[in-house]
């Protein structure tokens, strides 16, 4: 069975860093590119960017660049995403989700919850 | 703004069809059969519905059907049950440059 577990809610303050994960399960890890998702409280979805496990290629959102980092390690089939520096507006859901070659998101981690205060 | 734009909210009663449109722009619905459609109720993580377009994955009612008429992709419900009501959003691959956009979400209310 695929499954995408994802780390537990982080309650952060402006200004801080906070890395936060996805660990595949269920099936070759090196193999699918992992996406990550963002959903601000109360709205839609917003895609951040993605990254293949394989050889650590990402991809992001033109808005995301430079503001958060994608990265995997593959010897514990883990995707991360992280900040250096967090903003209330970084307050949000976010889910990570394999994607197939279709550009589609087939199985999707329960969200991780992060919460920052100024 | 997103980049794909969907109506705020559909409405319909049990038994029912409706549709749910996303028009984008030649640059991503019109220039690839990559849309996708994903289902969300409150709490939970979105689920994907459709895929390609109109292919559907294992395990998703054949209640569910997409199409696509130019800039312009479209999630039909038929037979309106009450397990449907919730949000439903489309996404499309958009080029090597912005590679993917959502639109803003529809809420589907069951009557």
């Known amino acids: 069975e695929v499954q995408l577990v994802q780390s537990g809610a982080e309650v952060k303050k402006s200004g801080e860093s906070l890395k936060i994960s996805c660990k595949g399960s269920?099936?070759?890890?090196?193999?699918?590119?992992i996406g990550w998702v963002r959903q601000m409280p109360g709205k839609g979805l917003e895609w951040m960017g993605i990254?293949?496990?394989?050889?650590?290629?990402?991809r992001y959102s033109p808005s995301c660049q430079g503001q958060v980092t994608i990265s995997a390690d593959k010897s514990i089939s883990t995707a991360y995403l992280q900040w250096s520096s967090l903003k209330a507006s970084d307050t949000a859901m976010y889910y990570c989700?394999?994607?197939?070659?279709?550009?589609?998101?087939?199985?999707w981690g329960q969200g991780t919850l992060v919460t920052v205060s100024s | 703004q997103s980049a794909l734009t969907q109506p705020a909210s559909v409405s319909g009663s049990p038994g029912q069809s409706i549709t749910i449109s996303c028009t984008g722009t030649?640059?991503?619905?019109?220039?690839?059969?990559?849309v996708s459609w994903y289902q969300q109720h409150p709490g939970k993580a979105p689920k994907l519905m459709i895929y390609?377009?109109?292919k559907r994955p294992p395990g998703v009612s054949n209640r569910f059907s997409g199409s696509k008429s130019g800039n312009t992709a479209s999630l039909t419900i038929s037979g309106l049950q009450a397990e449907d009501e919730a949000d439903y959003y489309c996404?499309?691959?958009?080029?090597?440059?912005?590679?993917?956009?959502f639109g803003g979400g529809t809420k589907l209310t069951v009557l």
């Open positions: 030649s640059s991503d619905v019109g220039s690839y059969n990559l």
């Open positions: 390609e377009g109109s």
């Open positions: 996404c499309s691959y958009a080029g090597s440059s912005t590679h993917v956009v």
């Open positions: 989700a394999r994607m197939t070659g279709g550009w589609a998101f087939d199985y």
């Open positions: 269920g099936y070759s890890f090196t193999s699918y590119w």
């Open positions: 990254i293949y496990p394989g050889d650590s290629e990402t």
